[in-house]
């Protein structure tokens, strides 16, 4: 009897399945054809032209050239090794900046300023002095990348917000009207490889396209200018993220309408393997002859930066006593230039070629007549002439002459009094010009008090006999002789 419940048991498991087995059995399948796969074999990724630059034969130009590190930018130092391996063939050296408050006073001894893809935005003093730089010859370099941003979050819903390069970019850029797009640049029909990798082969004559026949950059932001120049334009088939349209007015690059500025929509392509590819070679070897060609202008603005070579030649008018305070003054002088990487050399005659500081004084107009006539000044009795403040009072100022040649650039510092010299020479310390009025050419210093109103005071005091008005006090009585004497 179990047995049969046993065996009903059993059955009414395998039945349903065996059932199903059947109502689905279409009998045992035959052999299935291989299917068709391609030949990755025979696949090859389009070859890609490679350059490599010639850094042997290139032009000693020198300079220095700042790197911007003070806007929270987006990259390492080896994603530029290609630009700055340009920079240093050519002579130049790249120092680092990551104070904006120093910005002005290192701008003085540059040639050049890079900033890659900044996220910060410049503060309208760094960009003025920035302005300034360029105003005076300095060259600007501008690197952005859509492939780079950092998460911000909000502070109350906590959620993620990307903050890319376009926004601080552009917050420097606007001075010489050039625009960033908050995009990217694509082409599905003609790349490098990837859509985003873009090539362009329609290029602006200028220095900077000089020899390109064509350059990719990856992941670009486009770049705009309504007075500017577009460096880099693509083929109608570079189209924009933002309206997947070709827009003629925007590139990737864009030149400054003065040519001091130029704007990159990338900065990948600095960085190898991309650096070799096509002509991106080319273009680098350019940018650096680009940024370390540029003439800088030599005036009283990049003050004390103002000699060309290393060696400056001081000399001392024959009229001043060299006293153990001028001697202290000079000595402290020199040790600043030191520090400024000048090396001070004394002269017993005045120089006639060559980097000079002149120092004399008022008096000894004959000497410097030809420095006064040149900087439109004249040193009367009681005041100094000036074209560009006008008349000032001679006494308590000095006066710096600056004048540039071919021959060298020379440093004219006159002063009324020894003491009013020892405290002109100490402009050449920290401070600087900031007690001056300055032009280009001539600079007037406050040095001493001038008139001393106290000195000249000729009150008298009153008698001690003699009372003043409302005074309870009296003059004492003459005393009356007495019999003894």
Not at 263 to 281: K, Q
Not at 286 to 309: C, Q
Not at 331 to 359: C, H, W
């Amino acid at each position: 009897m179990k047995r049969q419940y046993l065996t009903i048991a059993i059955l009414a498991l395998l039945l349903p399945a065996l059932l199903r087995g059947l109502w689905y059995y279409r009998g045992f399948p035959s052999a299935r054809p291989e299917v068709a796969t391609p030949d990755y074999a025979s696949f090859s990724r389009p070859a890609v032209a490679i350059n490599t630059p010639d850094l042997e034969n290139v032009e000693q130009l020198g300079g220095t050239v700042l790197l911007d590190t003070a806007h929270y930018n987006q990259f390492t130092l080896s994603e530029i090794d290609a630009l700055a391996s340009a920079i240093r063939a050519r002579g130049g050296n790249i120092k680092m900046i990551v104070d904006p408050l120093l910005l002005e006073n290192e701008l003085k001894s540059s040639s050049a300023y890079i900033t890659v893809s900044p996220t910060l935005p410049f503060f309208e003093y760094e960009a003025q002095a920035l302005k300034n730089f360029t105003e005076r010859g300095g060259k600007i370099l501008v690197f952005t990348d859509a492939t780079r941003y950092f998460l911000g979050f909000d502070y109350i819903s906590g959620n993620p917000i990307p903050y890319g390069d376009v926004n601080a970019a552009n917050s420097l850029l606007k001075l010489w009207d050039i625009s960033v797009n908050n995009d990217y640049l694509y082409n599905t029909e003609k790349n490098e490889g990837n859509f985003r990798n873009v090539l362009f082969d329609d290029f602006a004559k200028n220095e900077l396209t000089f020899g390109l026949s064509e350059v990719a950059l990856y992941g670009a932001r486009s770049v705009e200018s309504a007075s500017g120049l577009i460096l880099l334009q693509g083929a109608e088939t570079n189209l924009s993220s933002t309206d997947d349209a070709h827009d003629p007015n925007a590139g990737g690059a864009v030149l400054s309408e003065d040519e001091t500025v130029a704007a990159f929509g990338d900065f990948t392509f600095l960085s190898p393997p991309y650096s070799t590819y096509i002509d991106n070679a080319v273009l680098i070897q350019n940018m650096a002859d680009f940024i370390l060609s540029g003439e800088r202008a030599a005036n009283l603005d990049v003050f004390p930066y103002l000699f060309k070579g290393k060696t400056v030649k001081v000399y001392v008018s024959s009229e001043l006593e060299k006293s153990s305070s001028l001697i202290s003054a000079m000595g402290t002088m020199q040790s600043t230039m030191r520090f400024l990487n000048y090396k001070l050399e004394f002269v017993d005659d005045l120089p006639t070629s060559g980097d000079a500081i002149i120092i004399g004084s008022f008096e000894a107009t004959d000497e410097f007549d030809a420095y006064l006539k040149k900087a439109d000044v004249e040193i009367d009795s009681d005041v100094l002439s000036t074209v560009a403040f006008g008349d000032v009072s001679r006494s308590g100022n000095g006066l710096l002459l600056f004048n540039a040649t071919n021959k060298g650039n020379t440093l004219v510092m006159l002063a009324d009094t020894p003491d009013d010299i020892i405290s002109l020479l100490g402009v050449m310390g920290y401070s600087g010009l900031s007690s001056c009025l300055t032009s280009d050419q001539v600079a007037v210093c406050s040095v001493g008090s001038g008139d001393y109103y106290y000195d000249d005071y000729s009150g008298e005091e009153t008698p001690a006999e003699t009372t003043t008005e409302g005074s309870t006090e009296q003059a004492p009585e003459e005393a009356t002789p007495t019999p003894s004497g």
